[in-house]
């Protein structure tokens, strides 16, 4: 699916959409002349007992003449609301995959399983080299 409107001012309408689809581990595609972002819908995650529906989100933006990348994941409201953001810093350290509360990542060539639990209140450690910041509620 590839969705064709300024990026930022979409999110939460594009989040909507991957959200009703419902589709775990489809990649959703959304360009415009500025930025690119692809998407993939990971399902849903319990935190603090209310279900959030998991986004990993790859997004580039043209800055003058290079791109700049972010990775993040989003957990969201069925509205399309975000309620939180892990933080990673590159692509390939995002989650590949969401099964009961535990992310599978990929790690040097191999398949990592880590349950999502907050380190202290702001920090996700899925147990590889690095802790990856949580901001939100």
Same mark, same amino acid.
């Given at each position: 699916m590839v969705f064709n409107k300024c990026i930022g001012q979409t999110k939460t309408s594009a989040f909507k959409k991957?959200?009703?689809a419902g589709v775990k581990n489809k990649t959703y595609i959304q360009t415009s002349p500025i930025d690119t972002a692809r998407?993939?819908? =990971?399902g849903v995650l319990t935190v603090d007992s209310? $279900? #959030?529906?998991?986004i990993s989100e790859f997004k580039k933006s043209k800055a003058a003449s290079t791109w700049h990348g972010h990775s993040n994941v989003y #957990?969201?409201?069925g509205s399309g609301k975000i309620t939180y953001r892990i933080i990673f810093s590159f692509p390939d350290? $995002?989650? =590949?995959? =969401?099964?009961?509360? &535990?992310? &599978?990542?990929?790690?040097?060539?191999k398949l990592i399983s880590?349950?999502?639990? #907050?380190v202290?209140?702001?920090l996700y450690c899925p147990a590889l080299e690095s802790c990856y910041e949580v901001v939100g509620k």
């Amino acid at each position: 699916m590839v969705f064709n409107k300024c990026i930022g001012q979409t999110k939460t309408s594009a989040f909507k959409k991957i959200i009703i689809a419902g589709v775990k581990n489809k990649t959703y595609i959304q360009t415009s002349p500025i930025d690119t972002a692809r998407r993939i819908y =990971l399902g849903v995650l319990t935190v603090d007992s209310a $279900s #959030l529906n998991v986004i990993s989100e790859f997004k580039k933006s043209k800055a003058a003449s290079t791109w700049h990348g972010h990775s993040n994941v989003y #957990l969201v409201e069925g509205s399309g609301k975000i309620t939180y953001r892990i933080i990673f810093s590159f692509p390939d350290e $995002s989650p =590949l995959r =969401l099964n009961k509360n &535990t992310f &599978t990542f990929k790690h040097n060539g191999k398949l990592i399983s880590a349950p999502y639990k #907050l380190v202290g209140q702001h920090l996700y450690c899925p147990a590889l080299e690095s802790c990856y910041e949580v901001v939100g509620k």
